[in-house]
Each structure stands twice: as C-alpha cells, then as structure tokens.
C-alpha cells in the first residue's frame, strides 16, 4: 500500500510533468492558449524539432547554461568551504550553547527566499547601510557599486544555500572518531594537519554530499541572479524564464528546461550514490 501511494505521487507529482515538459519541447509556436502546437499529438510527425535545434545551434542558451553551472560550482565549493569551520565551531561549544547557535544559523529558512535576497539589496545599494557606514568611517568617498555584480550574485547564492551544506558536514564531523584525531595531535601533527589529514577523509563523503545539495539547485537559480546580478549576467534560469513569459516560446523554454535537467542527472545520481 505504501509502495503503491508513493509511486502515485511520484507519477503525479515528478513524471506527469516531465513527460508535459518534454512533450512540449517537440513542439513548434504557434497563436493560441497555450502558445504552442505538438505536430506529434496530431499526427503530422515528430517534425523538425525547431526548439532542439535552436537550442544546440544558437551559443545563446549553451553561453547561460555553462555560465550557471561556473557559478553553481562555485557557490557550492564556497558553501563547503564556510562549512566546515561552522560546523567544528559548533561542535567546539557547550551542549547548552549548542542547539541556540545552530538555530541561529538556520534563522534565514525562517524567513522568505525572496524578502531574504531583498536585504541583500538594502545592504549593498549605492545608499544601503554598508555605503553609509564606509562613507561614515570616512574610508570611501564615493558608494562603492557593490550591487547589480557578480560579487553581489555570489554572496546571494551562498547566504541562500549554506545551510544544505552545514548540516550534512555537521552531522558527519559529530560521528566521527575523535580518538583517531587525538592520537594524530599525540603524535605531534598540527592542527592543520589533523584536518588535512584525518578529518577531511573520513568525511569527505559529507563534503560532497554538502557541495551537490547547493550545486544542483543552485544551477537552476533565477531569483537570485535577477535580484543581484548584473543585467548581462544571462544564466539558464533567466534564460528559461525570458523564453516562457517574454517571448512566449514555450517549445524553446521547455526544451532548455530538459537540458538543463539532463545535465544535472549526473550530479543528481552522484550524490544519491554518496548517500549509500
């Protein structure tokens, strides 16, 4: 009975609209509700497959998919680096102490992702509060154009996302054998080299677990670039979203919508593979 409701949601839920968006990549434009006509469905053949070929021909769309995974890739390696000195500072704490910081570090899932990114805004403008306060120490004499960059962008991503990475690192450094790292230190190794050495393999596999959790969102990502980045920073999600609602070429959209999953299966199955 449970086999049966979780593959009925599953159908539903995940592969119904798979097989809708992958229908609709066939598809050629066409006036009407919805914008687009399947030759397929209606017997005239699978066609010339218009979208597919736009898709791999124009370097417009291959430009913003590489570009998103560039910044996936590096918001994750960021989340994964910050990660680790979280989370053995944590663990450094009294237990009392414990529960209160980490909740304090989950406090933004508190808040909405949008009003988040929103803040983000009001800190970096060119009359935000970090501006003010850098022309108020006098270290600046002019706002610094902080926002609408890829620096802004990058900051975004991993304040949204860190926690995807903390609490698998986090998990696995406190299981891990302390044993092992105090005979290292009775050995005389450094702590660095306890890290490098001891630490840093038994939990790599968290460490990788932690870098998908934010790459393979983080790849489709359309808030955040919109709200933070430069205007000519086109990542797939811009680019997907321009082709449903701007251009209305649902056909195009769908088809980069599909690349981009296919594209993502592998880190998808990688990690389900660091899982086991």
Known sequence: MIRAAAAL?????????????GAMSLG?????VPPYHIPLLSGEGLGE????????EDGHFLGALWRSLWLAGISAGCCVVLSYPMALGLLRLAPRWRGAVLGLALLPFCVGFVLRMAGWVGL???SGVLNQALLAAGLIEAPLPMLYSDGAMLAGMVHGYLPFALLPILAALAARDRALEDAAADLGASRLTIFRTVTLPVTARAGLAGFLLVFIPAAGEFV????LGPPEALLAGRAIWQEFFSSRD????????VALLGVLLGPMLLWQRAQR
């Open 9 to 21: 949601w599953l159908g539903l839920l995940v592969a119904a609209p798979l097989l809708v968006v």
């Open 28 to 32: 050629v434009p066409a006036d009407g």
């Open 49 to 56: 497959a218009e979208a597919w070929s736009v898709l791999t």
């Open 124 to 126: 970096l403008r060119d």
């Open 224 to 227: 955040i670039p919109e709200l």
């Open 250 to 257: 649902w056909p195009l959209a769908a088809a980069a919508s």
